[in-house]
């Protein structure tokens, strides 16, 4: 989408801004003595478009601070891009006020891999996967899909992107989820099965707007446990990312471990449960690097400061 010299001024003034002050802003100690220096690094966030508020703007602000440090090679969102009623056009005027001058850092100009949440299910989805034609790092090419990358010169992960909001419905009564009944969630389990199946890579994660298993406000998700879980498992899934809760988690169910990424805004406050081994409500992002045998997850908050850290092996013992 082309600019006009106006938005194109304001976009440079902001991530000039934010390119000045992310080296003040994150703690020297965070990266500064154990920074990935090999794998495949990339950030993970959701339900975050608000217009630029303050609480956006101070992750947006971290995320380009971390994606700077660790060389970023591209950001997953999990869903719930533009509240509260998603985006009428890619001429809506939220392209510009929820994701160009908010996310505008040189650091965050990389490959956007992103899904579909309920809040987008208001507005207009389709809109949210054309705009993947007119923006060099917007990519939603369907509703799900898959996308590979090289970890090293021997093994390889392979990202499994789902819409979770037809399997969840609408329960939302008071505002309408569009063209919901239209998605077969029979055909995009099927094809989520073909998918794990023909799968080689060394590496499986699953993405979905909605938890799994979660302490947050929503909770679990009883098609996901259903259905979704068991293929997971069965084609040995080694970690799940979601959003829909505004908080960070980390729950484990069996050898999943799961990732709840959802505090790109507003948060609320998650309880913890049997599965949860972390649990935090606050504005932030869930940094990952991901080598030939682990994969390393750190949850930052809007603060840069760095809450919670762990390990997911490859193959779990």
């Known amino acids: 989408m082309k600019q006009t010299r106006r938005q194109f001024v304001r976009t440079l003034f902001v991530a000039t801004a934010q390119a000045t002050v992310v080296g003040s802003l994150l703690p020297r100690h965070l990266f500064a003595a154990d920074a990935p220096t090999s794998g495949l690094n990339f950030l993970v966030f959701g339900d975050w478009g608000r217009n630029g508020e303050k609480d956006q703007r101070d992750v947006a602000t971290q995320m380009a601070a971390t994606a700077q440090t660790m060389n970023t090679k591209f950001i997953i969102s999990v869903g719930d891009n533009f509240y509260e009623d998603g985006v009428k056009s890619v001429n809506d ?34 809109a949210q996967i054309e705009y993947s034609q007119t923006s060099s790092r ?7 899909y898959t996308r590979k990358a090289v970890v090293d010169s021997n093994n390889t992960v392979e990202f499994f992107y789902l819409d979770t909001t037809p399997m969840k419905g609408n329960d939302d009564l008071a505002i309408p989820l569009l063209h919901l009944h239209t998605q077969d969630t029979s055909k995009q389990l099927a094809w989520l099965e073909a998918a794990l199946a023909a799968s080689t ?28 879980l068991p293929l997971l498992e069965k084609y040995k899934v080694q970690a799940w990312f979601n959003g829909h809760d505004h908080d ?68 779990s013992t």
């Open 93 to 126: 005027p939220q392209w510009q006020s929820s994701f160009e001058n908010v996310y505008a850092a040189p650091s965050l100009q990389v490959p956007w891999q992103v899904i579909l949440g309920n809040h987008d299910y208001h507005g207009n989805c389709d």
């Open 138 to 144: 917007w990519q939603m090419p369907a509703r799900y």
């Open 248 to 315: 960070l988690q980390h729950l484990q169910a069996g050898k999943l471990n799961m990732f709840c990424s959802g505090a790109g805004s507003k948060v609320r406050q998650p309880k913890t449960t049997a599965r949860t081994k972390f649990a935090k409500g606050c504005s932030g992002f869930t940094a990952v690097t991901l080598s030939a045998d682990q994969l390393d997850v750190r949850m930052i908050d809007d603060q840069g400061q760095l809450l919670y850290t762990t390990s997911v092996p490859r193959v």
């Open 201 to 228: 890579a060394t590496w499986k994660i699953a993405i979905g707007h909605h938890p799994i298993y979660s302490g947050g406000d929503h909770g679990d998700t009883p098609y996901l446990i259903k259905h979704v």
